[in-house]
């Protein structure tokens, strides 16, 4: 039996909800109950035609074909170059939407690579805290995923990827605990046993649990650990009312929004849109909660009208089926050392 490609569920997950969010960014929550987002929609904010994602998924697909070759951070942050430069991993060979933070980090490795090619740049103030690590760190879940399942790697390096993968653009703490227990939602979801018929509510919640107590044990984080505090219990999160969530581009809000957004519904289609109809961050927020429900409901789940529309979708699809194909034909072993 062809085994299930994870990557692709995940990928295109992200990119038809970034894609969804848009032509609507920066929109706001009462704009867009009047005219709500049910669909695809061209042109809008940033006037590119249906189909078009943003740098959320540009950053992605960058660090997805990065890990195709094995993991090696400088592989990564080179490919962001490539990215931001030349515009290699966009929809149509044009960038735009980037993050300041993220092109701040950009520049910088480039002006000091030749110096160190590992250098990480990302900046670790309290105010360089948006989602700009967060929305792209899906791929290295998966792969670190993997690598955990296989015994060839433990929760503990795994973290330690996961925060060495944010610190290139974003290196506080806080941003690194939002990669981190987003990583442990992604295994919990993948991790689910399918005659058990769990439900994204619990996956949600055993994935979060196992990521507080993990950073409890790992780091003196409670500072940082508090401002996730509203995750700590699931059920009662998920009934915040909606004016309480915040989908701003601040990385606790863009997290408790995309988790809220998936806790209230049942389906790819209205989790994804619900996302985006919070308005502001539409695109990032939408990404975040996108790549998450795909992993849950599958590929198959996202409405056939919104995938055919997407630029580039056999180029996608065809990354995901390399890293689908290296993660069956090599075992990977991870060179790096970890402290």
């Known amino acids: 039996m062809k085994k299930k490609n994870i990557y692709l569920d995940g990928i295109m997950g992200l990119v038809v909800a970034d894609a969804l969010g848009c032509p609507v960014e920066f929109m706001t929550r009462e704009e867009l109950a009047v005219e709500p987002v049910i669909g695809m929609r061209e042109y809008g904010t940033h006037n590119r035609p249906k189909g078009s994602w943003t740098d959320d998924s540009s ?32 929809a149509d060979g044009v960038v735009f939407d980037a993050g300041i933070t993220c092109e701040n980090a950009i520049h910088q490795y480039v002006k000091h690579k030749s110096e160190n090619p590992q250098i990480i740049c990302g900046l670790d103030d309290e105010y360089s805290n948006g989602n700009g690590s967060l929305m792209r760190i899906l791929p290295v879940c998966i792969y670190v995923y993997e690598q955990n399942q296989k015994g060839n790697m433990t929760n503990k390096q795994a973290i330690e990827m996961v925060h060495e993968v944010s610190a290139l653009t974003h290196a506080h ?28 509510v619990s996956c949600i919640e055993n994935g979060l649990n196992e990521g507080f107590a993990f950073y409890e044990s790992y780091m003196e984080a409670t500072k940082e650990l508090c401002q996730y505090n509203r995750l700590r219990n699931m059920h009662s999160f998920a009934s915040v009312g909606e004016e309480q969530i915040k989908s701003s581009g601040y990385v606790v809000d863009s997290l408790e929004a995309a988790i809220w957004s998936l806790v209230n519904t049942d389906s790819y289609e209205q989790a994804v849109l619900k996302a985006v109809n919070l308005g502001s961050d539409t695109d990032t927020v939408g990404a975040i909660a996108g790549g998450l429900a795909g992993l849950y409901y599958g590929v198959e789940a996202i409405p056939k009208e919104w995938k055919q529309v997407i630029l580039r979708r056999e180029w996608i699809e065809m990354i995901c089926d390399e890293a689908l194909g290296i993660s069956i034909e090599n075992e990977i072993f991870i060179e790096k050392k970890f402290s």
């Open 173 to 200: 703490i806080r941003s690194k605990i939002a990669c981190g227990l987003y990583y442990f939602i992604v295994k919990a979801i993948l991790h689910k046993k399918e005659e058990t018929a769990e439900s994204i």
């Open 59 to 90: 950053m992605a697909l960058a660090t997805l074909d990065a890990l195709i070759e094995g993991y090696d951070v400088a592989g990564i942050q080179e490919n962001f170059v490539n990215w931001l430069y030349d515009g290699e991993y966009t």
